[in-house]
């Protein structure tokens, strides 16, 4: 059994880094996309404490939920990084998040968040086949990104 679970995940982990681009343009790449969440969590935590008004009882659940889905698409970029023999970054992307009470400031900074995420896994999904484990991976986070980015245009019309 030990022998089965050990090819099973040698042919994950070889499923999983079969791409066009090299290891160190990729492994750039994703952390890049990292950098990103782990910014987007920071956004949509203060973004969930800060919201006022008869907007929070939506708002805060609604922000709390994208600081969770951001936190979950860390993780999964995270680990490919460490599949392909990569670091993962720790820090935060340092574009500055504005502190506001506002909430259509709030969304509209969601928005351009969101976009720009997505933009990152577009870049990201161009560089790998279509076959691999981690083409898989990202394009559930890339389609993530897209709903987000559709819920938050709803919620600014």
Known sequence: M??????????????MIKHKIPNEALVEHLNRALAWELRAMLLYAHFAEYVSGIQR????????????????HARTVRAAISVLGGVAVT???ETPIE???DYRVMLQESL???KRAA???????KGLDD???LYDDMQQIYF???RSVTEMEQLLD
Do not use: P
């Not at 939506?58 to 951001?70: D, I, N, P, R």
């Not at 933009?119 to 999904?125: K, M, R, S, T």
């Open 144 to 146: 993530a990104e897209l």
């Open 112 to 114: 351009k968040t969101e």
């Open 57 to 72: 009882l939506h708002l805060k659940t609604f922000f709390e939920g994208e600081a969770t889905e951001s936190f979950d």
């Open 91 to 93: 820090a935060r992307d």
């Open 99 to 101: 502190h506001t009470t």
């Open 131 to 133: 076959d691999s484990d």
């Open 119 to 125: 933009e990152g896994y577009a870049e990201i999904l």
């Open 2 to 15: 030990g022998a089965l679970l050990l090819f099973s995940h040698l042919d994950r982990r070889n499923r």
